[in-house]
């Protein structure tokens, strides 16, 4: 079940919606095997998707959809339920002596392996999946732009980035609705309403959804 799917079961009657990526996913690199006795670092489910089937090798990873999807993969999976900085607090917690793998795209944030590498770890980074930007789709410029409430959800700092780089005009009736504080602490400048989910999850995410659209006027 999608988001969209999972946030129309929450709401029983789901908005009109459209779905406008403005990141596309493509494939990195020969995807080599993990050794047996390394240790996965997944940042997002793309590195899951991109990366290697795992054959029971402990993965760190960042929140527990990620750990779900490295569980069907073949993980052992360890959530650190939240962010990338939970994350890294975990494994250094845990000190475990063998490799760390971190699998991420082209284009990443938090410096994980170069900061796990300063505290006496082993760790790489294997690059396995590139982040191509795209522009907002006509019908979601005409939403954005338009007189009607409108809610834009974000789930990257880098979505959020790419959108800041296209707005080059108000949108007095739009509200964006982030994952994370770092993802709202790209766009802050676009003079929009921003509100940010409790939690870096997607049933946190849509609960803020829920609250907002229940404060918006009737059509």
Do not use: W
């Given at each position: 079940m999608?988001?969209?799917?999972?946030?129309g079961?929450?709401m029983?009657?789901l908005?009109?919606?459209?779905?406008?990526?403005?990141?596309?996913?493509?494939?990195f690199?020969?995807g080599?095997?993990?050794?047996?006795d390394?240790?996965?670092?997944f940042?997002?489910?793309n590195g899951?998707v991109?990366?290697?089937?795992?054959?029971?090798q402990?993965?760190?990873?960042?929140?527990?959809?990620?750990?779900k999807?490295?569980?069907?993969?073949?993980?052992?999976?360890?959530?650190?339920?939240g962010?990338?900085?939970?994350l890294?607090?975990?494994?250094?917690?845990?000190?475990?002596?063998?490799?760390?793998?971190h699998?991420?795209?082209?284009?990443?944030?938090?410096?994980?392996?170069?900061?796990?590498?300063s505290?006496?770890?082993?760790a790489r980074?294997?690059?396995v999946?590139?982040?191509?930007?795209?522009?907002?789709?006509?019908?979601a410029?005409?939403?954005?732009f338009?007189?009607?409430?409108?809610?834009?959800?974000?789930?990257?700092p880098?979505?959020?980035r790419?959108?800041?780089?296209?707005?080059n005009?108000?949108?007095?009736?739009t509200?964006?609705?982030?994952?994370s504080?770092?993802?709202?602490?790209?766009i802050?400048?676009?003079?929009?309403?921003?509100?940010?989910?409790?939690?870096p999850?997607?049933?946190?995410?849509i609960d803020?959804?829920c609250q907002?659209?229940t404060?918006?006027?009737?059509?």
């Amino acid at each position: 079940m999608d988001f969209l799917d999972r946030l129309g079961v929450q709401m029983r009657v789901l908005p009109p919606s459209i779905t406008s990526p403005l990141l596309r996913i493509a494939p990195f690199g020969e995807g080599r095997a993990l050794p047996k006795d390394s240790i996965a670092i997944f940042t997002s489910r793309n590195g899951i998707v991109y990366g290697p089937k795992g054959s029971g090798q402990l993965a760190y990873c960042v929140g527990d959809e990620t750990a779900k999807a490295a569980t069907q993969a073949g993980y052992t999976a360890i959530s650190a339920q939240g962010n990338a900085e939970n994350l890294l607090e975990r494994v250094l917690l845990d000190r475990n002596p063998n490799e760390h793998v971190h699998f991420s795209g082209a284009q990443t944030r938090g410096d994980i392996v170069e900061r796990l590498v300063s505290q006496g770890l082993k760790a790489r980074r294997e690059v396995v999946y590139q982040q191509v930007a795209e522009r907002l789709s006509r019908t979601a410029q005409e939403l954005v732009f338009g007189p009607e409430q409108t809610l834009i959800l974000l789930f990257s700092p880098m979505t959020a980035r790419n959108l800041r780089d296209q707005i080059n005009k108000p949108m007095p009736h739009t509200q964006a609705v982030c994952l994370s504080d770092a993802i709202a602490r790209e766009i802050t400048d676009l003079g929009i309403e921003i509100s940010v989910s409790a939690r870096p999850d997607a049933d946190a995410l849509i609960d803020r959804v829920c609250q907002i659209y229940t404060g918006f006027p009737p059509p």
